[in-house]
C-alpha cells in the first residue's frame, strides 16, 4: 500500500487546495493530510482566519483524503517516519531551493519520495485574505 502525506494550512480552502489533494490521492493509496495548527500558523508570522478545528474538519470532508492529523511543526519527515509515508507531496514552489535539495537527501535516505505539483494560477489563501481586506477598507500595510 502506498502512503502520501502533504500538509498545508488549508484557510479559506480553494480550487488549488482542491487540485493539490486530487493530484495526490491519483498517486497513492491512502491520503494523509497534515493541518496547521493555529500555534504554527502564528509561529510563522502569519494569522487563520479560519480556526484550525474548522480548517481539519473542512480538509477531512474532502472525498480525496483518507486521514486529516493536526500539524505541530515543520519536521516533514519525522510526521512522513511515524505515518509510514512512502511519498510527500508539496508546492513546486519549494523545487530546488538549497533548503529542499537538502531534505530530498534526507528523504530519499528514508526510502520516501517528494513528488512536486505545481501550484494553481492565480489563486491563495494569501491573494484572497488580501482581497477581502482591501473590500473591507483594512489598511494593506496590516494585512499579513
Not at 470532508?61 to 519525522?78: F, H, N, T
Not at 484572497?128 to 473590500?135: D, G, M, Y
Amino acid at each position: 500500500m502506498i502512503i502520501g502525506y502533504t500538509t498545508g494550512v488549508y484557510d479559506l480552502f480553494h480550487i488549488g487546495h482542491l487540485n493539490l489533494l486530487k493530484n495526490a490521492k491519483g498517486m497513492c493509496d491512502k491520503l494523509i493530510v497534515g493541518v496547521t495548527v493555529d500555534e504554527l500558523v502564528a509561529y510563522k508570522g502569519k494569522k487563520a482566519m479560519i480556526p484550525f478545528e474548522d480548517r481539519i474538519e473542512i480538509v477531512r470532508s474532502i472525498k480525496y483524503v483518507d486521514a486529516a492529523v493536526p500539524q505541530y511543526d515543520m519536521d516533514k519527515l519525522a510526521a512522513c517516519k511515524k505515518l509510514k509515508a512512502n511519498i510527500l507531496f508539496v508546492g513546486d514552489d519549494w523545487y530546488a531551493t538549497e533548503k529542499w535539495q537538502e531534505y530530498e537527501s534526507q528523504f530519499k535516505e528514508a526510502g520516501i519520495e517528494i513528488v512536486y505539483f505545481p501550484y494553481t494560477k492565480g489563486v491563495s489563501s494569501t491573494q484572497i485574505t488580501k482581497a477581502l481586506n482591501v473590500v473591507r477598507g483594512h489598511n494593506l500595510e496590516d494585512v499579513k
